[in-house]
């Protein structure tokens, strides 16, 4: 069992940065991603740590401005967000346990309750 628990979200000018936050308890996951999904979306991979490889991947609209990394110490993962554009605006999701292809929504077991991102222009 996994639990995650985001923070870190808020309200920024187009331009801003944010960091957010990925709490985990309980046993430690192969890998852990970031989602996001903004109204009448599909839920969309923004970015991905596979941990044991420290390995990253991202999608292509954030490549550049996002950066995935993580305090092992404090058993977190965090979304370090700049150069934040209005088209980022959505709930920001963690997700952890991958079986399959890192950007599917369906493909992780355990996801925490999200965080709210709004980018104004």
């Known amino acids: 069992q996994v639990e995650l628990v985001e923070s870190g979200g808020g309200s920024v000018q187009a331009g801003g940065s944010l960091r957010l936050s990925c709490a985990a308890s309980g046993h430690s996951s192969n890998v852990v991603a970031w989602f996001r999904q903004a109204p009448g979306k599909e839920r969309e991979g923004v970015a991905a740590l596979f941990a044991r490889y420290a390995t990253t991947f991202y999608a292509d609209s954030v490549k550049g401005r996002f950066t995935i990394f993580q305090d092992s110490a404090k058993n977190t993962v965090y979304l370090q967000m700049n150069s934040l554009k209005p088209e980022d605006s959505a709930m920001y999701y963690c997700?952890?346990?991958?079986?399959?292809?890192?950007?599917?929504?369906?493909?992780?077991?355990?996801w925490g309750q999200g965080t709210q991102v709004t980018v104004s222009s």
């Open positions: 997700a952890a346990d991958l079986k399959g292809g890192w950007s599917t929504a369906a493909n992780y077991n355990y």
